[in-house]
């Protein structure tokens, strides 16, 4: 059974950085689309950044989210199972609970739907 564990939210004061992380087990491998998502309070579930296997293990292809697009950076370590995210330039809209995600063989990389394994979430408040 898969399992996901974020780590690194907090409070930050707006303009700061903030580096979360993503912690894979049970089975999982760098075949598997790893995936960020995150949600503010009254919300739907939003697309943030995923690391997409394609093509076998050689080639990964990262997509980002347009809200959070030049401020942030997804990384993955394959070694570690663990991914990654940098957030830079943080703002007050940024705030909600930051989700990792995992899916084997993913449709849509930017769909919620498409992905079967969730974290329990970490939570992310920017202060103005």
């Known amino acids: 059974q898969v399992q996901l564990r974020e780590s690194g939210g907090g409070l930050v004061p707006a303009g700061g950085s ?4 993503c912690a894979a087990s049970g089975g999982i491998s760098d075949s598997y689309a790893i995936a960020w ?30 809200s959070m697009k030049g401020r942030i950076t997804a990384s993955r370590d394959n070694a570690k199972n663990t991914l990654y995210l940098q957030m830079n330039s943080l703002r007050p809209e940024d705030t909600a609970v930051y989700y990792c995600a995992a899916q084997a063989t ?3 990389p930017t769909r919620a739907y498409d992905y079967e394994y969730w974290g329990q979430g970490t939570q992310v408040t920017v202060s103005s």
């Open 18 to 21: 903030l580096s979360l992380s």
């Open 37 to 66: 998502f995150r949600q503010a309070p009254g919300k739907e579930r939003e697309f943030v950044a995923a690391i997409v296997n394609l093509r076998g293990w050689i080639y990964f292809r990262t997509y980002y989210g347009d």
């Open 106 to 108: 993913v449709g849509i």
